[in-house]
């Protein structure tokens, strides 16, 4: 099975080629109205891990992602960082923010 910061998946997790694929991303930024507009690619990998069962923490606001190696290898940028964090706004919109 896949793997996610260490943890089993319970489905194939989308990979950076296949994100880049189905959204036009400029200078590291989806650009694609919608749900991801503005956000890294990254941002719809993890998301769809929560979406899988597997975000590290759900504290019902804030969705908590520990980076593990495999991660890294996916999406280098995320060398350096910790966790990552992701929340839904009220207009459907997904944020996000890094930890070191």
């Given at each position: ?5 260490g ?30 507009e ?39 940028e ?23």
């Open positions: 099975m896949p793997y996610l910061g943890i089993e998946t319970k489905g194939k997790q989308m990979t950076r080629k296949e994100i880049e694929a189905e959204y036009t991303i400029e200078d590291g930024v989806i650009q694609n109205l919608g749900k991801f503005n956000e890294p690619a990254y941002v719809v990998y993890f998301w769809n891990a929560y979406l899988d069962g597997c975000a590290d923490d759900d504290d019902g606001d804030v969705l908590t992602f520990d980076i593990g190696d495999d991660d890294i290898k996916e999406f280098p995320l060398a350096g960082y910790k966790q990552v964090f992701l929340w839904e706004t009220d207009s459907g919109f997904v944020g996000h923010d890094l930890s070191r």
